[in-house]
């Protein structure tokens, strides 16, 4: 791809046809000791994997469905910061090649077009004792499809850059966009920490000040987001004033 400007990520691509997941292939990689920014792509996914153990949906052809593995030297605690890095760097990708909407992250990993999900975002770890062996950054953008690419009970939730933006999306353009603005920015988290990241995902993001409804694995909790800690963590004020921070959820936009 001539468009990509980086020193490691995307220098070894594994580009296949079809896959079960992106995720296994790049597990298997991982485990063989592939280079950081090492990314696998297929065309099209038979076992999708989304957050929760839910399927993804990988229409044949119509989108960017990809792992990258990356080897931070970071504890796993770090690792979820990490799918805040990826999410601004797709949301700058996306920027980057369409021009008729403006693309918002819903906390922690959902990437919206109008209040539809046009994109996925899905952090494993490799942990060995209290280091990272790698994270598989999975990354599911719905790039090329029309309305009728997608089945019926996602069609009043789910979007397209292509519906949104009414042109075709050059892919590996995007591609090489997402690779870039992946390394700059955890170059950068790694420099310098998560505070310049978590300005930029709070310049982005759709959730802050917004009034919500999360679903952890414990409570349904409701309130106003109010900002994302250092580690990510989001926080909700309840009427009562009282602060909670969720480290997972479900989150639903009121
Ligand atoms: C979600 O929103 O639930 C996360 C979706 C992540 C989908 C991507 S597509 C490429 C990679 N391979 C998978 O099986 N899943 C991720």
Redo the contacts with the bound molecule.
Sequence with gaps: TSFLTTQRFGRNIQYLDEVT???SVAHELAREGVHDGTVVIAET?TM????MA?P?E?TKGKGV???VVIRPDVPPSQAPQFTLVAAVAIVNAIKSVCKNFTPTIKWP??ILINGRKCT???TEMLAEMDRVEALLI???INANQQMEDFPPELQTIATSLSIEEQAEINRPQLVAELLNYLELYSNLYIKEGFKPIKALWEESSGTIGKQIKATTLREVIEGKAIGITEEGVLEIQLDNGEIKGVYSADIEIM
Excluded: A, E, F
């Design positions: 997941s992106t995720q996914q999708g994997k989304g957050r839910r993804w990988s469905w990809m792992t990993n959902d996925g975002i899905l999975g990354i599911g």
